[in-house]
Every structure is written in structure tokens, then in C-alpha cells.
């Protein structure tokens, strides 16, 4: 399952890059929330242009199709490091100190190694659809208004790029627990029992969560 897990800072290398690249990832977070908001309001515009004036928006579909990428992708480094992702903890919730390090470091490389080989592919698929010398660049496009569709393609590798480089810094962290056997290691996310998870957002809503 999924759970609100803390991730702790110092003031070493690892901790600064941490911070460094969480920024970004909360740069794209707030472009995926705005693409949801954005969409949202197509969604009024058009049914209330259908409704009132018979004239719904041109292309409706063809811009949710380029604007979907900005919804499912932008956010998946930043769930990455909040702990977000949905995941099974029945087996690695029972382990404490390096052998849970371990069985993480194991499945974030597998997670990496994933990653990788979704790069160069959707980097390939970028490609094949972008043409400097095309109209608008784009070899294909949508099919009722014809909106270029390589700056979606485009998002898909670079959204995995951030996703990467989040995964070689929990890597490093990972791999500097097991070594050093800390347990509560930096830039990871640290699963939180249910009274913490409480106590924090019961924090946040009264406004005296630390900041």
C-alpha cells in the first residue's frame, strides 16, 4: 500500500542534491496539478458551449491526448520521493536495519533499471515523431485539429530522466545505509506508522506544521 512517508535532510552532498532536485520535481508536480486544472476548465468550457451556444470546443479529445502526458508523467518523480508510489509492504515491512536497506536498494535498482530502458524507448518514439524540417515539426499529429504531438512524446523521457535521477540518489543513500548501518538514512523516504502520519497532518490543517 501506499503511505505519507518523512524524508529527513543534513547538511551533507547527498541531502543538498536531495533538496537541489526536489525542487524541480515540485516545478513539474505544479505542472501536472495545473494540466488537471486546465483540463478541468476545457471540460466546463465545452459542455457549456455545447449546452448554451451548440458549439462545443474544436478538438476536444485531441487536446486531452496532449495534455495527458502532462497529468500522468510530470508528477512521478515527486511521488518518487515522497513515498507515494503504491507498493507492497507486507514482506519488506517486516525487515529492520540493513537487511531492509538491502531489499531497498534491490528493487529501487530493479526500479532503475526499468527506468533506463523506458528512456530510450520513449527517447526513440520522441524521435520518430519530430522532424525540424516538417510543419510545426512534427511527423504525425492528431486527427480532428492536428496539434503536433512531439512536445507530449517529448515530456514522457524527460519526466524519466527526473524520475532517474531520483533513483540514483536513493541508490546512494540506500547503499551509504547499508554501509554505515544508520537507521534513519537521508533522502529516502521513511514510512511513518498511523499515530505519526496523524499527529503531522493534524499539524498541517491547524498550520503549525514545521516547515
Same mark, same amino acid.
Do not use: C
Given at each position: ?40 476548465? %476545457?471540460?466546463? =468550457?465545452?459542455?457549456? #458551449? ?9 478538438? =476536444? ?16 518523480? =515527486? ?25 531497498? $536498494? ?5 526500479? $532503475?533499471?526499468?527506468?533506463?530502458? %523506458? ?16 510543419? %510545426? ?22 519526466? $524519466?530522466?527526473?524520475? #532517474? %535521477?531520483? &533513483?540514483? &540518489?536513493?541508490?546512494?543513500? =540506500? ?37
Amino acid at each position: 500500500m501506499a503511505m505519507k512517508a518523512s524524508v529527513l535532510g543534513d547538511d551533507t552532498l547527498l541531502s543538498r542534491l536531495d533538496r537541489a532536485l526536489y525542487r524541480l520535481e515540485q516545478f513539474f508536480g505544479l505542472i501536472s496539478g495545473l494540466a488537471v486544472f486546465g483540463l478541468m476548465l %476545457l471540460a466546463v =468550457y465545452s459542455v457549456g #458551449g455545447r449546452n448554451l451556444m451548440n458549439q462545443p470546443v474544436r478538438g =476536444y479529445v485531441d487536446w486531452i491526448e496532449v495534455i495527458m502526458p502532462l497529468i500522468a508523467i510530470s508528477g512521478i518523480a =515527486y511521488a518518487q520521493r515522497d513515498g507515494g508510489h503504491i507498493r507492497m509492504d507486507i514482506l519488506v515491512g517486516k525487515l529492520r536495519g540493513r537487511a531492509l536497506w538491502i531489499a531497498e $536498494f534491490i528493487s529501487t535498482l530493479l526500479i $532503475f533499471m526499468l527506468i533506463v530502458l %523506458l528512456i530510450w524507448g520513449s527517447w526513440a518514439h520522441f524521435q520518430r515523431s519530430f522532424d525540424i524540417n516538417a510543419p %510545426l515539426f512534427s511527423r504525425d499529429s492528431t486527427i480532428d485539429i492536428k496539434l503536433p504531438i512531439w512536445p507530449a512524446k517529448l515530456l514522457v523521457p524527460v519526466a $524519466f530522466s527526473v524520475l #532517474g %535521477l531520483r &533513483l540514483v &540518489l536513493q541508490l546512494w543513500a =540506500y547503499g551509504r545505509a547499508i554501509r554505515t548501518g544508520s537507521a534513519e538514512p537521508v533522502a529516502v523516504p521513511l514510512v511513518e506508522d498511523v499515530a505519526a502520519i496523524a499527529a503531522r497532518e493534524a499539524s498541517a490543517v491547524s498550520g503549525r506544521e514545521d516547515r
